[in-house]
């Protein structure tokens, strides 16, 4: 199917922690192209509920996320991603009749028994499905989300304020998985994953070719990753997030040494190693919960192997993070790009890495409206 250069997608908004984003794409005969695109971050945590758990989401309730920039989008068509925080995933064994209902009569039909796995109420959480690849094998044979209302109403309500009309609600799962399958270097039969490094949480998301089949919450998160560099070092936490962002990780702690006394000696070139010391129990962690993650889903299905991970969100720009997964998952690890997914020249701020694996789950969501 051909579709017109003038087709462009709805405004995707994803409300972070610390940051609000948003991209409209055009779709026409080739890749699509960037109509325009916002991204705002503060040093300081965005106050929105939805980007708070549950106890956030509720006290936030009737806030307003602050949207500005917004304006300079040329459609009053927005949609929201619902960021991790905000989302709960399980697996199901569902009849295969159900997929065939509208989307209300599926949510009624899964609803109590995803309620029995909800951390909140089901009453307030709005719900969706979809089929799994293959059924897995304990018998799981679909995916459900639930999403927080509280916050997600709120932030429509930031919409409306800004005169956007709320289209559609989707969860960074599916988003995410669409805007980076280009970027896992694997085979179309193997299991690949995204992981989510966020400000105050990560997520993984595993999927088969470009389903997600298995969702879930990592330790750690780079608030924690900075107050402990600052704590080490004994500096101020604007400049622990400093080094964590210009220097990152090494390829090893050999000889690294955190003495108060000798923070003062040290080198950029000592830097990676040192951090690579201080987060080395909190990168363990998170590599645990990645490798029991991919065993699982590989143990669900035998015929399949382990392939990529891919990393989006603001701690995928760690400099050495990627390198030091390759390393000790054995599997190709890197932060999200747009080869293969935008029409964008070189000098397109979306065409680097450390943009556009911030973006992503924005591009993502704007995809979903372009051919399949």
Not at 189 to 198: A, K, P, S, T
Not at 332 to 344: D, Q, T, W, Y
Request: proline residues 7%; charged residues 20%.
């Amino acid at each position: 199917m051909r579709w017109p250069s003038s087709r462009q997608s709805l405004v995707a908004v994803d409300c972070g922690a610390r940051s609000v984003r948003a991209v409209q794409l055009a779709f026409g005969e080739e890749l699509p192209t960037v109509v325009h695109w916002l991204n705002t971050e503060s040093r300081s945590p965005v106050s929105s509920p939805a980007s708070a758990g549950t106890a956030g989401a509720k006290e936030a309730a009737g806030t307003s996320v602050s949207l500005a920039g917004i304006e300079q989008f040329d459609t009053r068509r927005a949609g929201l991603l619902v960021g991790p925080s905000e989302a709960e995933y399980c697996l199901l064994t569902v009849p295969g009749a159900v997929w065939s209902q509208d989307p209300a009569s599926l949510a009624d039909a899964i609803r109590w028994e995803v309620g029995r796995r909800l951390s909140c109420p089901i009453d307030e959480a709005e719900l969706g499905a979809w089929p799994l690849p293959g059924p897995m094998g304990g018998g799981s044979n679909a995916m459900a989300v639930a999403a927080q209302r509280p916050g997600i109403v709120s932030a429509i309500g930031s919409l409306d304020s800004e005169h956007m009309d709320c289209e559609r609600v989707e969860p960074a799962a599916l988003s995410l998985v669409r805007a980076c399958r280009a970027s896992a270097l694997c085979e179309q039969d193997e299991i690949w994953g995204v992981l989510d490094l966020g400000h105050t949480g990560n997520r993984l998301y595993l999927a088969v070719d470009s389903t997600p089949v298995f969702a879930r919450s990592v330790r750690g998160g780079g608030h924690n990753w900075t107050q402990l560099i600052a704590k080490e070092l004994r500096v101020e936490p604007a400049l622990a997030e400093d080094y964590k962002r210009k220097s990152g990780i090494g390829t090893d702690a050999r000889g690294c040494r955190t003495s108060p006394s000798s923070v003062e000696r040290l080198s950029e070139a000592a830097l990676p190693g040192v951090l690579l010391s201080i987060l080395r129990g909190p990168l363990a962690d998170m590599l645990a919960d990645v490798e029991r993650a991919f065993r699982f889903v590989m143990e669900q299905y035998p015929r399949r192997q382990a392939g990529a991970l891919v990393l989006v969100g603001g701690g995928s720009r760690m400099p050495g993070l990627a390198d030091w997964l390759s390393r000790e998952l054995g599997v190709k690890a890197a932060p999200a790009g747009s080869n293969g997914v935008l029409k964008i020249t070189p000098s397109h701020p979306m065409s680097r890495t450390e943009i556009y694996s911030v973006m992503a789950g924005c591009v993502g969501m704007a995809l979903g409206e372009g051919p399949p």
